[in-house]
C-alpha cells in the first residue's frame, strides 16, 4: 500500500529534506562524542555548531510544510498526524545539542576503559533513530514497511537498556573513582544519550498509530 504523498507530491522534497535533518543530527552528534572521548573539545564546539544549523533548518522546514498542508488543503483527514510526527521528530534534534553542548561545557572525567560501552552506547542509540526515520519515510511513500522498521526501533532501544546498565554497573563498581559526585557525573551522561533512543521509541509508538489509522 502507498503512502498519503502518493497525491500530494507538492511538499514530499520538504519532508524528505526535514527527516535528513534529524538524521543527521543524529549521526554529527555521534561523531561529537566520538570526538570528546578521543580528547578533541574544539572539534565538540563545531559539532554544537553544526546542530544548532541543523535545528534552524528543520524549524524553517516544519512551519513550512505546516503552511502548505494548510493553505493548499493537502491531506486534510493526515495533517494533524504529520505535523505531530515532525513536531516530535524535533526532539531528536535538541537531544543530540543539549548533550554534546553539556560534554563541552561540563567536561566529564570518562575512564577510557569505558569508552567502548559508550561507543557501543552511542551507535545503538543511533541506529533507533535511523531505523524511526525510515519508519517515517515508509509512513509517507509505502504503510507496508512501517512496522517493520518500528520493530527495528525497538530492538535497538532494548539494546540500549543492555548497554546502559552495563555501564552504570561499571561505574558504580569501580574502586579507582573514588568520588562519588565523579561517578554521578559519568552516570548522568548515560543517562542522556540513552535517552535518545527512548525518544525515538515514543515517537514510533505514536507512528504506529498513526498508520494503523490510515488503514481503517
Not at 570528546?36 to 510544510?65: A, S, T
Not at 565523579?182 to 544519550?193: D, L, N, P
Amino acid at each position: 500500500m502507498l503512502g498519503i504523498l502518493k497525491k500530494t507530491k507538492v511538499i514530499e522534497a520538504e519532508i524528505e529534506n526535514y527527516l535528513i535533518t534529524v538524521l543527521n543530527s543524529a549521526l554529527i552528534f555521534k561523531e561529537g562524542v566520538l570526538e570528546y572521548l578521543d580528547g578533541n573539545l574544539e572539534q565538540v564546539n563545531q559539532r554544537v555548531e553544526e546542530i544548532r544549523k541543523l535545528e534552524l533548518e528543520g524549524d524553517l522546514l516544519r512551519r513550512e510544510i505546516k503552511y502548505k498542508l494548510y493553505t493548499k488543503m493537502l491531506i486534510p483527514d493526515a495533517r494533524g498526524d504529520v505535523l505531530g510526527l515532525l513536531e516530535a521528530e524535533d526532539e531528536i534534534i535538541n537531544i543530540c545539542k543539549k548533550i554534546l553542548l553539556n560534554l563541552s561545557i561540563e567536561h566529564p572525567e570518562i575512564p577510557k576503559y569505558l569508552n567502548p560501552l559508550f561507543l557501543k552506547l552511542v551507535d545503538y542509540s543511533v541506529n533507533s533513530v535511523e531505523e524511526l526515520i525510515k519508519a517515517s519515510r515508509a509512513y509517507f511513500t509505502d504503510f507496508s514497511m512501517v512496522n517493520n522498521y518500528i520493530q527495528k526501533t525497538n530492538f535497538y532501544e532494548n539494546e540500549v537498556d543492555k548497554v546502559e546498565e552495563q555501564l552504570k554497573r561499571a561505574i558504580f563498581e569501580d574502586k579507582d573513582l573514588e568520588k562519588f559526585s565523579t561517578r554521578m557525573h559519568i552516570r548522568y551522561f548515560v543517562e542522556k544519550m540513552a535517552l535518545m533512543s527512548d525518544e525515538a521509541e515514543r515517537i514510533s509508538d505514536k507512528l504506529s498509530v498513526y498508520a494503523i489509522k490510515r488503514t481503517i
